[in-house]
């Protein structure tokens, strides 16, 4: 198992552009979330999904999206790029709530200049 | 509103002592709690949980403790092994809430 993936792993972006942050799990689990990761600070719930089709904001959800057509993948998707938005991405799955530990990908470095 | 806070962003223990991470939190509705370890350039990892119904649990040299009343969960560590050095994140749970909430991290570093 790869566990979770994280696509790219590096990224420079220039304000007002767009992109997508690839998240994809092989462990057939349910639940799926995005982070962010500002310096000095805890992760940052940015939106999750219950399951394929359902999505659901998290704490900070302004200026990003997502989808969720199949189990696997959760691509987080970047509208109009903001320096606000400079921060490490990380995206998580669980096989169900509550008490379920959460697994990490690696993480995405994005830079908006 | 910071409902899960780590108020030590560092900490630095000799190699071979007890490590003690804490952690308090506000919402007295958080029914499970947990630790995550993280290295730089990798995602966190999951170390060790406990219920709210329990008051310690354990796991070879990590130890979570729960104070229910003082809303407050420290992290034991012992002996401390230079490999512990890494940020250790705590995260609580509200029951049928589907999200985590993090703390902001402690940075432990621990000296040969």
């Known amino acids: 198992n790869a566990g979770v993936t ?108 | 509103d910071q409902q899960v806070k780590q108020n030590s962003p560092s900490l630095s223990v000799q190699e071979g002592r007890i490590s003690i991470l804490n952690c308090d939190y506000t919402n007295s509705m958080f029914d499970y709690f947990l630790w995550y370890k993280k290295y730089p350039a990798e995602g966190p990892t999951f170390l060790i949980s406990i219920s709210s119904i329990k008051d310690k649990n354990e796991d070879g040299r990590f130890t979570v403790f729960l104070n229910k009343s003082a809303k407050h969960l420290s992290l034991h560590i012992v002996p401390s092994q230079p490999g512990d050095s890494a940020v250790y994140f705590c995260a609580a749970i509200l029951q049928g809430a589907q999200k985590l909430v993090f703390g902001q991290g402690t940075r432990l570093t621990i000296n040969p």
């Open chain 1, 6 to 113: 994280q696509t790219p792993k590096f990224r420079i972006l220039k304000i007002g552009q767009s992109m997508t942050l690839q998240c994809t799990q092989d462990m057939n689990h349910n639940y799926m979330y995005w982070y962010r990761q500002d310096p000095g600070m805890g992760l940052k719930l940015i939106y999750y999904s219950v399951g394929a089709g359902i999505t659901d904001k998290g704490e900070v959800p302004n200026g990003y999206n997502v989808s969720r057509s199949t189990t696997e993948d959760f691509p987080l998707r970047l509208e109009l790029a903001a320096p606000s938005q400079t921060s490490v991405y990380f995206c998580a799955s669980s096989y169900s709530t509550d008490s379920d530990e959460q697994y990490f990908g690696p993480g995405t470095r994005l830079t908006v200049t």
